[in-house]
């Protein structure tokens, strides 16, 4: 990018990078970035963007990985903690638009089998799924887990086990947990009836209605 100074106020520092057409410095551009990836995370919990907001959002986190990458392997005197930094906030940001491009969620209660440790009995969970993607799932739970813990999802009717990885935790009331599960080997694991969506029929018309109907005896 053309030399500049930083955007920030009161800032005299050289401009290393972007945020909405913004010229930061590296470290300003850190602290902003960092704040709006932990928003976008913490948006996600509560609700899935759509339409125009989803397009936003994917426009938004594509141009921060794509500045955070560059000041990773372009930008002079960074310190291994600092490039660390900034590789961690690229694949964070690369995470949260994995998870807003991917299918859309569509509500559904049904039993569900967690498992932390296939050869523990104790380890099972029976509990229930709150929405669920061709690749993932919301699922509540009263066991914490670990982002990036794998976990073997089971549906009870069903001997086939699913390996997931747990993306996302959220506290939702004592010993009670929301959990985001990216499912990792099976492109359908709820079956196509359930995310396919409904189709209505339209009703027919009266004529249709009337032609159908077995004539008067005499006619």
Known sequence: MNESTCGWAGCSKGAEAELDARPLCRSHFFEIAAKW?????????????TGEHRLAVLKFLSALISQTTNLATRAKFLSPSQRDQFNELSTAALGLYKRVQRDPRVPLNMPILLHRDTSLEESQELTYTVDVSKKGASIATI??????????????????????????????GPAQFLIGLDILDHENFWGAN??????????????SLSQMLPKPVGD
């Open 143 to 172: 066991r914490s887990c670990g982002v990036g813990e794998k976990i073997w999802i089971q549906k009870p009717t069903n001997p086939l086990r699913s390996l997931a990885r747990v993306a996302w935790v959220k506290k939702t």
């Open 37 to 49: 990836v932990e928003k976008h995370r913490e948006s996600l919990q509560r609700t899935e963007p």
């Open 194 to 207: 359930i995310l396919s969506p409904v189709r209505i029929r339209k009703p027919r018309s009266r004529r």
